[in-house]
């Protein structure tokens, strides 16, 4: 789960870590109002979506006045924003966050992720932080630095200091970013972080040591022990199909395609994807119900995948180990009765009592497409989508 910039810069502040003076915004009055709070001649009005690269996008604006701020309130408020992280479809901006303007002398980038190859925490840092940072990391590997983390220990003063140097930090400015680096780190353990990254980590003319902007991820798993991040969820920047989903219990991710998987097992998940794609089709989500998929768990599953409007077949392939393919054909025979199907149903059953799965499928005269193999089922699948388009073009 993510959460907005403001969200994650008041979490940092509570460990010690400065941020500018900001405020939240809904409307451009409140803006205005916010910059009368915050004092001063200069402004940042910043769009918040769960996106990185917003100033590229036009998300962030510098206002050295009262009319300047309303009118770039007024023109972010509601606007699309299309970044290489949101894809085309972008996200709509529903909320500002305005900041005190920062005499910057320096950008930095600092981060702390989990790195899941190591089985440890790893901090990463350049002394060239900024927008470009992608491009850096693409062009100049060795200008980032990466120090592990020992779990039992933690992090430690020494590496701290490690990172300060490679960050180009000056000496008297040592004992200042040494708590700065440990309040981020004390801030993603203490709240089942996965990633927590400043960018811009900024060292001032005044030589202050400000997360000019922050990002953080959870890790979903751990949310029922942590309520206040929980209720920092933001539904408006997430695919509703997925937040549909993840209210009902359900592991799917959106695609872009058009034929609807619902499959158990997440690694079969992956392989009837590539099956399809090899097929010459393209899925459009990754859904695993699970090992538990009773009657109204598979509605459930058929409601969300049909609930996609690109859907033009689905595919239904289950592999029952720990589950029974007469349940799974009962669930089924069960969710398309009530469901009155508009579009080509494709199921493969595979594993415990598949025969008995296979006979009520095929005595439920329901007109459902039988396969035997993965490759097979993809096939019919991408065969079935092909004769819906092109019913619908003639």
Not at 34 to 52: F, L, N
Not at 240 to 248: N, S, V
Request: aromatic share 4%.
């Amino acid at each position: 789960m993510d959460i907005h910039e403001y969200q994650a810069k008041e979490i940092l502040a509570e460990y010690g870590v400065k941020i500018a003076d900001g405020g939240l915004a809904y409307s451009p009055e409140e803006a205005v109002q916010r910059t009368r709070e915050i004092g001063g001649s200069v402004w940042v009005v910043k769009a918040q979506i769960h996106s990185g690269a917003r100033g590229k996008a036009g998300g962030v604006m510098i206002c050295k006045s009262h009319d300047e701020v309303e009118a770039a309130a007024g023109k972010l408020l509601g606007k699309r924003l299309v970044t290489h992280q949101t894809g085309p479809a972008g996200k709509v901006c529903y909320r500002l966050y305005i900041e005190a303007g920062t005499d910057i002398a320096k950008e930095l980038y600092f981060c702390l992720l989990v790195d899941r190859c190591a089985e440890r925490i790893v901090m990463v840092g350049s002394a060239q932080g900024g927008m470009d940072i992608e491009t850096l990391a693409a062009t100049q590997p060795e200008a980032i630095t990466k120090i592990y983390i020992e779990p039992s220990v933690g992090l430690q003063d020494f590496q701290a200091r490690e990172m300060a140097f490679a960050l180009g930090i000056p000496v008297s400015m040592l004992n200042a970013a040494v708590k700065t680096i440990k309040g981020i780190y004390r801030a993603m353990r203490a709240n089942d972080a996965s990633m927590v990254e400043v960018n811009p980590l900024v060292i001032t003319a005044k030589e202050d040591l400000i997360a000019l902007d922050a990002k953080m991820g959870f890790d979903d798993n751990a949310l029922f022990r942590r309520h206040r991040i929980a209720e920092l969820r933001d539904k408006t920047q997430e695919d509703p199909r997925e937040m549909a989903a993840a209210d009902r219990g359900l592991s799917y991710v959106g695609l872009d395609g058009d034929i609807g998987c619902m499959i158990n097992g997440a690694g079969l998940a992956m392989a009837t994807m590539d099956m399809i794609k090899l097929a010459g089709g393209e899925p459009a989500n990754f859904l695993d119900v699970g090992g538990g998929a009773s009657p109204e768990r598979t509605e459930k599953a058929f409601r969300l995948v049909l609930a996609d409007k690109n859907v033009k077949a689905m595919l239904v392939n289950i592999f029952a180990g720990i589950n029974r393919c007469d349940w799974i054909a009962e669930g089924v025979v069960h969710a398309v009765k009530k469901i009155d199907m508009k579009v080509p149903l494709i199921v493969r059953l595979s594993g415990t009592n598949v025969d008995e799965g296979r006979r009520i499928i095929a005595e439920s005269g329901l007109p459902i497409i039988m396969a035997e193999t993965l490759a097979e089922a993809a096939e019919k699948a991408v065969q079935a989508r092909n004769e819906v388009v092109a019913n619908a073009a003639g």
